[in-house]
């Protein structure tokens, strides 16, 4: 753990970096009511001593964070629930049904992490993961609505990036937390000209059809923020929806266009970075290579991944 990295926001909502890879990568947001508090999103075993130090700086007791809320069971959002709820006497995670089985049981998520990320990649990112009883976890099913202390929260299924994704209304902020169904932006990518924001494509249940309908479902609720989980909250909301849905459509056009055969990825991981570059440099953004692959390098890889998964899908489905 370096320097806590925490901002207060409005609302009463705190959004802390779990410092997963380095600064700036992946939050998590603490939501209060009345001396009660909701967390969504735990970051991986690695970021929990992160979470603990945050809320000992702001003196929230554990006994007071009655719900640990993950989006999807992908481990840079809920690898280290298990973890966490070992120091949370009274907390319930919960998730949605799709994901419930692997937080009950995480041997298949440690199995298909290490096989995207290798070994020695997964142990030093994401840690061990623990299972969680299973009458501490409650399964969020479309529609469901948490009522935390007074304050409510709404599940929405929201496929796309993954099948077992929620995302999470607060109508208290007018607010959508959204994973990684609203796309993914780092700090430096914000820029006067715009936000550099884009789809995230990763293994293995990319479905751009069901993408596109998940952010046009996040918009019916006419959020004036969304809060995703990489990194940060955002509003312009509608303009960001607009280059979201664009961004899918040139994941498809790249993964469509590009030869089959064994060098497919790695041309696919090209264009990608390409596109990357591209727009931002029409942002104005003046970083150089270097700085911005660091931020940017595993999710070109891994979106490559995940287009290569979703090709091979539409050829069996043919």
């Keep these: 753990m370096q320097n806590l990295h925490f901002q207060e926001l409005d609302h009463n909502i705190t959004c802390i970096d779990t410092e997963f890879m380095h600064e700036g990568i992946a939050s998590s947001y603490l939501i209060g009511k009345n001396g009660k508090y909701s967390l969504v999103e735990t970051g991986p075993a690695n970021s929990i001593p992160v979470l603990l130090a945050c809320f000992d700086a702001k003196k929230i007791s554990l006994e007071s964070i009655e719900y640990v809320i993950v989006t999807h069971v992908h481990l840079d959002h809920a690898g280290g629930a298990g973890f966490l709820m070992q120091h949370l006497p009274k907390a319930i995670l919960v998730v949605?049904?799709?994901?419930?089985?692997?937080?009950?049981?995480?041997?298949?998520?440690?199995?298909?992490?290490?096989?995207?990320?290798?070994?020695?990649?997964?142990?030093?990112?994401?840690?061990?993961?623990?299972?969680?009883?299973?009458?501490?976890?409650?399964?969020?099913?479309?529609?469901?609505?948490?009522?935390?202390?007074g304050r409510k929260l709404e599940f929405l299924d929201t496929p796309g990036h993954a099948k077992h994704h929620n995302c999470i209304w607060d109508a208290e902020s007018q607010g959508m937390f959204t994973g990684d169904t609203f796309g993914i932006s780092y700090p430096p990518f914000k820029k006067e000209k715009g936000t550099f924001l884009f789809a995230s494509s990763s293994p293995v249940q990319f479905d751009p059809k069901a993408a596109h309908e998940?952010?046009?479902?996040?918009?019916?609720?006419?959020?004036?923020?969304?809060?995703?989980?990489h990194y940060g909250r955002f509003e312009n909301v509608?303009?960001?929806?607009?280059?979201?849905?664009?961004?899918?459509?040139?994941?498809?056009?790249?993964?469509?266009?590009?030869?089959?055969?064994?060098?497919?990825?790695?041309?696919?991981?090209e264009k990608i970075?390409?596109?990357?570059?591209?727009?931002?440099?029409?942002?104005?953004?003046?970083?150089?290579?270097?700085?911005?692959?660091?931020?940017?390098?595993?999710?070109?890889?891994?979106?490559?991944?995940?287009?290569?998964?979703?090709?091979?899908?539409?050829?069996?489905?043919?």
């Design 273 to 318: 970075k390409q596109v990357f570059l591209q727009k931002l440099q029409e942002l104005g953004c003046t970083l150089d290579q270097e700085t911005i692959l660091r931020y940017w390098k595993t999710d070109i890889e891994l979106n490559a991944q995940g287009l290569e998964c979703w090709l091979k899908s539409q050829s069996v489905a043919s």
């Design 214 to 229: 998940s952010i046009e479902r996040i918009m019916k609720y006419n959020p004036r923020y969304v809060y995703p989980t």
């Design 238 to 269: 509608s303009t960001l929806a607009k280059q979201l849905h664009e961004s899918i459509d040139i994941l498809v056009s790249i993964a469509t266009s590009t030869p089959p055969g064994p060098g497919r990825e790695k041309a696919m991981q």
């Design 96 to 149: 949605h049904p799709r994901g419930a089985r692997h937080m009950a049981d995480p041997s298949r998520l440690m199995a298909g992490a290490k096989e995207v990320y290798g070994e020695e990649a997964f142990k030093k990112n994401f840690g061990e993961i623990l299972p969680i009883p299973s009458h501490r976890i409650l399964e969020a099913k479309d529609g469901f609505c948490l009522n935390m202390n």
